[in-house]
């Protein structure tokens, strides 16, 4: 069964630091790798997706993501936080081909200090 | 512009009183799904709608339903709403593919 594991929970970064965001994730085959963003209120954004080619993926708002096979991570990063970047993140990973169920992890909030 | 609308925002209902929530998209994609995220968890995938055809999953309760008159549309029926289903319920859309456009969510309070 496919899953996905988000080790941190909460993460506090100051303003115009960079950011790290860690994604583990179990899956038999070639993964297809999503990253989400959820405002306070809203419904989730996609962020960015990997499911082949080059493993360093660029998104969308400054975000990009780097998939290693090896380590079963897609972790996202940005290199300086802006104060509207606070927000929960979720990492998911879903089967290639056809239309995908994807799997979520359980979250991890970004608050952003000045 | 908003794409994926979704109705009432907020919905309070009393223990076992059905409710519905409604979903609208503008986007004109043939897959629609809902999901359930309580407080702190993960979104978890209810069923979802491949144009017409209507997929549950294995887990979702009985007392969950959805109906889908056209592709625009999509409604989340609740048939006698437990405590334990008090969340966020957000309906999402792909063109055959990725969950891409999520709503905004209509939070459930069960009384």
């Known amino acids: 069964a496919q899953s996905v594991t988000q080790p941190d929970i909460h993460i506090t970064v100051s303003e115009g630091a960079s950011l790290e965001l860690r994604c583990n994730y179990s899956y038999g085959a070639t993964p297809y790798l999503f990253w989400y963003v959820q405002s306070p209120g809203q419904g989730l954004q996609l962020l960015l997706k990997?499911?082949?080619?080059?493993?360093l993926v660029q998104g969308i708002k400054g975000f990009e993501a780097e998939f290693k096979r090896s380590q079963s991570s897609f972790n996202l990063r940005k290199p300086s936080v802006h104060w509207s970047d606070a927000a929960e993140y979720f990492c998911a990973v879903g089967p290639l081909g056809g239309y995908q169920k994807v799997t979520f992890g359980i979250g991890t909030k970004l608050q952003v200090i000045p | 512009d908003a794409m994926v609308i979704q109705n009432p925002r907020y919905q309070v209902t009393q223990f076992g009183k059905p409710v519905t929530l409604s979903c609208s998209q503008t986007?004109?994609?043939?897959?629609m799904y809902w999901y359930q995220q309580k407080s702190s968890q993960a979104p978890k995938l209810l069923f979802h709608y491949y144009d017409k055809d209507f997929n549950n999953e294995a887990d979702t309760p009985d007392n969950f339903q959805s109906r889908r008159p056209n592709t625009s549309f999509c409604f989340l029926d609740i048939r006698s709403p437990g405590l334990g289903d008090a969340a966020m319920y957000l309906c999402a859309t792909s063109l055959s593919g990725t969950p891409a456009y999520f709503g905004p969510g209509t939070r459930l309070t069960v009384l």
């Open positions: 990997y499911f082949s080619g080059d493993t």
């Open positions: 986007l004109n994609h043939n897959v």
